[in-house]
């Protein structure tokens, strides 16, 4: 079993910056591929961002691709989105995933374990 704990989230204004975290337990961190999603009432869940366990390959959503980056740091167990240029849109609940494989991906079905999501909200 892997544990994933979301922090970071929370209220900000358009234009603004939040950066995610994500820590996870239960398994080697470095064996581990990890995935951003997020959800709004009455959508599916949707990709944000993929890094490989390497961190050597990511990919992001169009949607957000030059304003969010993901990465990770093995000596920590953790997992990050930065997201910068934030707009009314990225408005969401935050899940990050994780699943046993060299490479991410886009798929949410893909991915076996779930954190329990967190919050962000952008005004504008």
């Known amino acids: 079993q892997v544990q994933l704990v979301e922090s970071g989230g929370g209220s900000v204004q358009a234009g603004g910056s939040l950066r995610l975290s994500c820590a996870a337990s239960?398994?080697?961190?470095?064996?581990?591929?990890l995935g951003w999603f997020r959800q709004t009432p009455g959508k599916e869940r949707e990709f944000v961002a993929g890094?490989?366990?390497?961190?050597?390959?990511?990919e992001s959503a169009d949607s957000v691709k030059g304003r969010f980056t993901i990465s990770r740091d093995n000596a920590k167990n953790t997992v990050y989105l930065q997201m910068n240029s934030l707009k009314p849109e990225d408005t969401a609940v935050y899940y990050c995933a994780a699943r046993e494989s060299y490479d991410w991906y886009s798929g949410p079905r893909d991915y076996p374990y779930w954190g329990q999501g967190t919050p962000v909200t952008v005004s504008s």
């Open positions: 239960g398994r080697t961190f470095s064996s581990l591929s």
């Open positions: 890094i490989s366990r390497s961190g050597g390959s990511t």
